[in-house]
């Protein structure tokens, strides 16, 4: 049980991580295990540093050090691939992994606790190091995600990957894919789910080694992968080196902000920018409103390099740069030339199942930026996801002059082919800045009930712009672990846009946060006592899902303090004790 006192609620800045290319290489101490000699129920794994020698660098505004010290976990002979899932939030969340027998896959099931929440594997890397007297300064052990930043690690292995490029960390995730195909290599960096450390400017010797359990789990020798360090002291302010000077601007994990896209060359960067980067699925400058989850691991900082018949060398594959959901912008969604003709029809194929989140991110506001003094206001973040099998597709079309377009769904049978569609609504242009963009409207509704469960407030905010921002159930049937829209830039039109298509993709949710006046409850004159939050997938009904008495969840408050001092306190939703 949480619980949030009055406090000005301020929107996270998203900052989009820097793709770095990832060059295949062919790894001179490694060599690829052909199909027959590996083991018959899993892949090969093995714990490799990309480079003997790192250079990071710890800014005197930042809190310390982020390890990325070049760590990779490699797969050979078969992927690694492994499914979390639960079956209601009132159970645990259990993994299985994909193993092979007889040329069949089999789910086999992994011991109970092994994961604790969608993020990665709790504890997998232990970080040792020690400085050159050989002092152990810090000792440590860091979370892994399969889908983190990967890239070919040989020529011949597939030339992307089919695993999801994050592990979700949404409280109320259902289910997640995890993987490392096979050939490929996934960065062990925890990214900024992990803290960074206090080092002073010199040279370290670290060794990061796989945790038992999982080497015993996964059959991973016992091979700690040694990378010698050396941290350089640099400022914002002049963005130049107090120490290991000749070292800078190489290597680094947290490059000289400056350097970073859309920053002139000695501009002094904000905390934000130059702190670990942040991202939630969506692109960095076009998910205002839309709620941030806990960012990412970055994209592959540097090529996967290493030393290859007595000398430094890269041979480049053709390989895409390793990325996360943040750092990507999506491809535009191309609606239909021309507004549908003919006659409607719902034709019998399979459709979307629109299913909401339970309420989650909530607090107290005094309207934030808006700061209307004497009011109070419940802020909170909701999801409204897609459960397959079937995406849902929008298209708006505008009529010349008129402000708001005709919206329609359209339904395809199982080779994709377009078989019906149906009007469903309208779109509308939403001006204020960080939106800029079209709305699709009555899609979701918010609605603060009494404990009787009777209508006491509800938000403003019905229409909106669907992204994938949330990868909420990667297990569902014709889930797409790699869905197009995932910023709201290419998802949402312009204002000259003439036609939008709007996408949620099977497995996928979108959050926004509702934080401003309009948006957020008034709780101002309300009792205090116990509340729900309800949120409402497809209020009107006029979308077509294949289910529409699974649209609501509720999530339970309950309202203290005084006027101006409100509090709001949030008991645990089954096992999720998250607010």
Same mark, same amino acid.
């Given at each position: ?44 794994? !093995? ?14 505004? *930042? &809190? ?41 896959? %089999? ?15 709790? +504890? @997998?890397? *232990? ?16 979370? @892994? ?9 040989? &020529? ?56 038992? %359990?999982?080497? #015993?789990? @996964? ?34 994990? $947290? ?29 960095? !400058? ?60 719902? &034709? ?57 377009? #005709? ?5 395809? #049978?199982?080779? +994709?082919?377009?078989? +019906? ?15 800029? $963009? ?25 229409? @909106? ?29 312009? *204002? ?5 298509? *709007? ?13 401003? &006046? ?45 006027? +101006? ?15």
């Amino acid at each position: 049980m949480s619980t949030t006192r009055t406090n000005r609620l301020r929107r996270p800045l998203l900052v989009g991580t820097t793709a770095v290319a990832a060059m295949a290489v062919t790894l001179g101490f490694m060599t690829a295990a052909p199909e027959q000699a590996t083991a018959a129920t899993g892949p090969t794994l !093995s714990l490799v540093a990309a480079t003997g020698s790192v250079t990071l660098t710890s800014w005197k505004e *930042e &809190p310390g050090v982020y390890l990325d010290l070049g760590t990779y976990l490699t797969a050979e002979g078969r992927p690694l691939e492994l499914k979390v899932t639960r079956k209601s939030y009132k159970d645990p969340v259990t993994v299985t992994q994909t193993v092979f027998e007889g040329g069949k896959t %089999k789910a086999k099931t992994l011991p109970l606790g092994t994961v604790k929440d969608f993020s990665g594997l709790p +504890g @997998f890397a *232990e970080i040792t190091i020690t400085d050159k007297n050989g002092k152990v300064v810090v000792t440590r052990a860091e979370n @892994f995600c399969p889908n983190n930043a990967s890239g070919r690690i040989r &020529p011949d292995a597939p030339a992307t990957s089919k695993y999801p490029e994050s592990c979700p960390t949404n409280a109320f995730t259902l289910g997640s894919v995890w993987g490392v195909e096979k050939g490929w290599a996934a960065n062990t960096y925890a990214g900024s789910y992990t803290a960074p450390v206090k080092l002073a400017a010199g040279s370290y010797t670290a060794k990061v080694r796989v945790a038992k %359990k999982y080497r #015993d789990l @996964f059959g991973i020798a016992d091979k700690p992968a040694s990378v010698k360090l050396t941290v350089e002291e640099r400022s914002w302010e002049n963005g130049r080196s107090a120490a290991a000077g000749e070292h800078a601007g190489h290597g680094s994990a $947290h490059q000289d902000p400056s350097a970073h896209a859309g920053h002139g060359a000695g501009h002094a960067p904000t905390p934000a920018q130059a702190g670990a980067p942040q991202t939630s699925g969506a692109g960095p !400058s076009y998910n205002v409103g839309h709620g941030p989850l806990k960012a990412a691991p970055p994209a592959l900082p540097w090529a996967l390099k290493v030393q290859q018949a007595g000398r430094a060398g890269f041979q480049a594959a053709g390989d895409t740069p390793g990325q996360t959901d943040g750092s990507r912008k999506a491809p535009a969604l191309t609606p239909r030339s021309a507004r549908p003709t003919g006659t409607p029809s719902v &034709p019998n194929v399979p459709k979307p199942d629109l299913r909401s989140l339970p309420a989650y991110g909530i607090t107290i506001s005094d309207g934030g930026p808006q700061d209307i003094p004497g009011k109070d206001y419940l802020a909170f973040s909701a999801n409204v996801w897609n459960a397959g099998p079937a995406q849902l597709v929008v298209d708006g079309f505008r009529s010349p002059g008129k402000a708001k377009m #005709d919206a329609y769904q359209y339904f395809y #049978d199982a080779q +994709g082919k377009q078989v +019906g569609y149906t009007p469903t609504g309208t779109m509308e242009w939403d001006p204020r800045p960080g939106h800029v $963009h079209w709305h699709f409207t009555d899609f979701a509704s918010y609605r603060l009930l009494k404990a009787d469960k009777k209508e006491a407030v509800r938000s403003g905010k019905e229409a @909106f712009c669907l992204a994938n921002t949330d990868a909420v159930d990667y297990t569902v049937k014709n889930a797409n672990w790699h869905p197009n829209n995932t910023d709201l830039s290419t998802a949402c039109g312009q *204002e000259n846009s003439i036609s939008v298509r *709007e996408v949620l993709d099977v497995g996928s949710g979108d959050t926004y946060t509702q934080d401003l &006046p309009g948006q957020s409850f008034d709780i101002t004159d309300l009792p205090n006592g116990t509340y729900y939050i309800q949120v409402l997938a497809n209020p009107a009904k006029r979308l077509k899902e294949t289910n529409l008495d699974n649209n609501s969840a509720l999530r339970k408050v309950v309202l203290g303090g005084t006027p +101006g001092r409100r509090t709001v306190t949030v008991p645990a939703h089954d096992l999720v004790n998250a607010n």
